[in-house]
């Protein structure tokens, strides 16, 4: 397991464990979705790029969720995980740019360009 699988199981039993605590209910691991399979079905630019865009997402949600929670120690668990977490996004696209993967998103269009059309 990596680095960064274990930081994830970490983080995964820090936030169940405060659920825990609180006799309320965690979500279920992924782990055991996971299969013994060495072939992807997939190409690695589509995987990395679903992968920075969950990533994205998640920095997503815990900010939201730092944003609306009245308990200190869960605001301090997910703004720490949101950095921990931009970090490996920025791997993801570092080995975009790497690959020549990145694509650029769609630009506005240029006003002044626009106005000076007769």
Not at 80 to 95: N, P, R, S
């Amino acid at each position: 397991m990596s680095k960064k699988e274990k930081n994830f199981v970490k983080r995964f039993g820090e936030l169940s464990a405060i659920l825990a605590k609180d006799e309320l209910t965690s979500p279920a691991s992924w782990v055991s979705e996971v299969t013994n399979s060495t072939v992807s079905p997939y190409s690695d630019k589509l995987m990395l790029n679903h992968i920075d865009i969950l990533v994205s997402a998640a920095v997503g949600y815990f900010a939201a969720g730092a944003s609306i929670s009245q308990r200190r120690d869960l605001a301090m668990k997910f703004t720490k995980h949101m950095a921990e977490i931009e970090l490996y996004a920025e791997d993801g696209v570092q080995l975009l740019i790497k690959y020549g993967w990145m694509e650029q998103p769609p630009l506005t269009e240029d006003r002044e360009s626009l106005r000076n059309i007769k």
